[in-house]
C-alpha cells in the first residue's frame, strides 16, 4: 500500500490536497480536503441584504457573476421582490455566457494537459496534423504552415524556459495516448480558446462597462438600462454586437470544441470505466423561460440516484442539510447534527496539524469543506448531472447532443458515469448553451421593440416594506453545478448567511456515516500507473472543475509551492 | 488596433482577505483624488485572473498594484520590475498569485505581454478574512498611491489632483456605493 499526497492539486483556483492509497496499481482509497477556511458568512452578518451580492462576488475571482446571481434571488426569495421579464432575460444571458466560457477554459487551459502531452506535440508532423483537423472539422485555421507556426512559437518558449502554465505537467508519461499528431492540434486549439474567450466575454463588459467585475446586478433586477434608442443602455447597436459574439462561440464549440472533444475522447475510452463517484446527481435548474412562481426551466431539475436513469425525482430543497463530522468547524447543538442551510452556522474551529505537515488524520476532521448531503446521501452536482437529469426528462435537444457523442464513440449510456462521461457532458453543455442564448437576446430585442423596456421591481426596494423576519434562498446553476445560498433578514439587517457551493457538494469529506464524497468515492478504483506522477489522479479530480476559491483564506501561507507530490 | 490602452493601473487582490486587498484600496483612492490623463486607465481587477486578459492585452505598459510577501516590516512598500515580475507572480503574490500568472502567461502565449511590466505594492500583514486592513497596512496605502502616481509621471503620464470631487454618471455612481460598501 503506497500514500500518496497531492498537495496543491494545480491548475484548480484555490487550495485542494488529496491523500490516497495505492493497491496493486489502483487507488484503494481517497481523502479529499480543502486546507481553506470560507467564511463569507461571518462578513455579511449584520450588513444590508441588497448589499450582499456586492460581497458575495468577491469570495472568488473565476465564479464573481454566480455568487451575485445566488445571492439576489436569495434576498427577493426573501423580501417577495419580483423581477421584470428583461431582468431574467440579463440574467440568463449572463448566466449562459459565463457558463461557455468557463466550459471553454477549463477543457482548454485547466483539463486538456492531464490529456495532451506538450512536449509530444513539438515532434508532430504538422501535415499530419493538418490531416488530422481537416478530417475532423470545417474550421479554417487547419493548414500545415499554420500548425508549424504554432509548433514554432512554443518551441521557442521552451527554449527561453517560458512555460509557464506548461510548466510542471508529467510530460513522456505513459498515460498520454495521443498521437504526436493529435497533441499539436490540441495545442493550437489552446491558444485559439484563450483568444476566443476573451473576446466571447466581451458580452459581460458590454452589460457591465467597462468595471471587469460586472455590478449591474440589483435585488428585484438588473441595473443595465433597456431602451431602443438611447446610448447609455442596450439598445439595438448592443444586441447586434451580442448576436455577432453569440455566432462566433457556435462557430467555435461546434468546429473547435466538440470535435476536440470527441477525438481526443476516442484515445481514452478506457476513462468510460473509472471515476463513476458516488452515483447520484442532483440539479436545481436554470434559464427560467416566463415569470411565474415556479417558472418553467430550460434545464431542469431533479435528482437521480444510483445511476438509475429510468427515472428522475423532484429536487425538495428542504432535504438539504450539512454535516461538520470530518470539517474543522463547531455547531452549537453538538458535531452530529445535520443542519439545513437555512439553520446553518458557521463557526471555524481549526483541530488539524499545524502546517507543514505529512499526513492528515482522517479519522478525524480533515477539510475546511462541510458535507452536504441530500436526503442523507451525497450527491454530485455539475454538467453531468445537468445532462443526466436533462436526458432523462427528454430534453430534446440534450438527448440528441447525448446520443451523437455516445454513437460517435461507440459506447453505451453507462460510459456517462465516468471521468470521461463528466468531460463530455461538459462539452455537450456548451453545444447547448450556444444553442440557445441567442434565444435570451431575441427576447430581449423583441421587448424592446414592443416597448417592454422594465428592468426592476422597485416596489420592495425600501426595507419598510419587507415583512420584520423573512427567509429566502436563492438557487444557481454555476459552471460547475448547483449553488445555493440562504438568508435570513430581520428589521432589515442579514442575521443568518449560508452558501453552499458546487464544490463542497462534491470536494466534501466523508460524513457522519463514513460515506465518502463524490471525489473520494470516483478516485477509488482509477488507476496509478507511476505514484511518483499520479496523472490519472489528476485526471478524475480535474474531471469535476474543482473552484476552491470560494475558501477564501489561504491558511498555509508560508508561500505556495508549485506543485508537491508526496509519496510513502 | 483602435483601442489601445497607453497605461494599465491594475488593482490585483481580495477585498474581503484583510491586507489583500490594498491594491484594490489604492486604485480606488486613486481614481477618487486624481484625474488620470488621456491613455491611463485605472480598474479593481479583483481576483479576477484569466478574465483579466482582454484589459491587459491591449495594454502598452502595465502597473500591477497588489500586496507583495517581501522582507520588510507590513506596510513597506516594493516595486519589482522586469526579469522578477514572473517568479514575483508565482512565490510572491497573495493568495491570488495563481490567477496573475495565468493571466501573464496567457499574455505571452497569444504573443501580447505588455511592452513593460510594473507591480507595486505593500507588505502583508494579515490576509485573514476580513473588510478592510490592519492599521499597519491602511496607513501605507496614501504612500502607494503616491508611488503609482510617481511612476505613472515618470512613464510621461502625470496624474493631476483633483481639487473637488466630480459629478459622477450612473456607471460610476454604482462603481462609487460597491467601493464604499466593501470599504473601499
Redesign the interface.
Known sequence: MTHIVVDPVTRIEGHLRIEAEVDGGKVANAWSSSTMFRGIEIILQGRDPRDAWAFTQRICGVCTTVHAIASIRAVEDAIGAKPPPNARLLRNLIIASQCIQDHVIHFYHLHALDWVDIVSALEADPHETSALAQSISDWPKSSATYFKGIQDRVKSLVERGQLGPFANAYWGHSAYKLPAAANLMAVAHYLEALEWQREFIKIHAILGGKNPHLQSFLVGGMATPVDPDAQASLNIHTIAHFKKLIAGAQEFVSQVYVPDLLAVASFYKDWAGYGAGVGNYMVYGEYPLDDEPSPELYIPSGVIRNRDISKVEEFDPSKITEQITHSWYDYEGGDGQALHPSEGETSPNYTGPEPPYQRLDTSRKYSWLKSPRYDGVPMEVGPLSRMLVSYVRGHEKVQGLVNHVLGTLGVGPEALFSTLGRVAARGIETQVLVDKIGDFVDDLASNMGSGELRIHDNSKWEPSTWPDDCTGAGFHEAPRGALGHWVRVQDGKIARYQCVVPSTWNAGPRDSGGMPGPYEAALVGTPVADPEQPIEILRTVHSFDPCMACGVHVVDSGGREVTRVKVR | MTDRTAVLVLGLG????TDDGAGIAAIHKLVREYDLPEGV?A?????????????V?RADQVILVDAI?AAGPPGTQVRIEGDEV?PAV???LS?????V??L???A????RYPDRVIILGVVPES?????GRTPAVEASIPGLVERVVEELAALGYPPVRRVRSEQH???NR??DH?AR??GL
Open positions: 481580495n477585498v474581503v482577505c486607465e480598474l479593481d481587477g479583483g481576483t479576477l485572473g484569466l478574465s483579466l486578459l482582454p484589459l492585452d510577501r514572473a508565482y512565490e510572491r493568495p491570488h498569485q495563481i490567477g500568472a495565468d501573464l502567461a496567457g505571452s502565449l497569444i504573443d490576509v485573514d478574512l476580513g473588510l454618471d450612473e456607471g454604482i462603481t460597491v460598501t466593501l
